[in-house]
């Protein structure tokens, strides 16, 4: 599978592993699937520690590097197709990193992972709930 990875599951993955599912944990840990992140993530996560909601050891660009060294990740593209499909997405909120997310993974067909409830309802958009 190609996986998308929303910003909480990556996150959590470096962080605090218990927070993801078996299925979930399985997915990221399996080399038969191919792991994706969105720049939005990254940009995401830089807001979190802005905003004191997260805590790293380091600070979010070393942090970064670390994680990309450690996970085998490939960056999603950031495209004008995305940005306007961001637009277009059935989502019933506004939020634009979702709408990113969204939109990323709907353009490139990779399977969203997720634990926002919101997201995964989305009917557009193939899920992997944690």
Do not use: C
């Not at 995401?44 to 450690?70: F, Q, T, Y």
């Not at 961001?86 to 990193?97: E, G, K």
């Not at 990779?110 to 309802?121: G, H, I, N, P, S």
């Amino acid at each position: 599978m190609r996986l998308l990875l929303d910003t909480h599951v990556w996150v959590w993955s470096r962080l605090d592993r218990s927070r993801l599912g078996r299925r979930t944990a399985a997915a990221l840990e399996s080399p038969e699937n191919a792991l994706w992140l969105s720049p939005i993530s990254v940009w995401e996560l830089a807001i979190l520690v802005e905003k004191g909601r997260i805590s790293l050891n380091l600070p979010v660009a070393a942090w970064v590097d670390e994680a990309m060294e450690r996970m085998p990740l490939r960056q999603a593209p950031f495209t004008y197709e995305i940005a306007l499909t961001s637009r277009a997405v059935d989502l019933p909120h506004q939020d634009p990193a979702d709408r990113f997310l969204a939109a990323t993974a709907k353009v490139m067909g990779l399977t969203l992972v997720t634990a926002d409830a919101q997201l995964a309802e989305a009917s557009e958009l193939s899920v992997l709930r944690n």
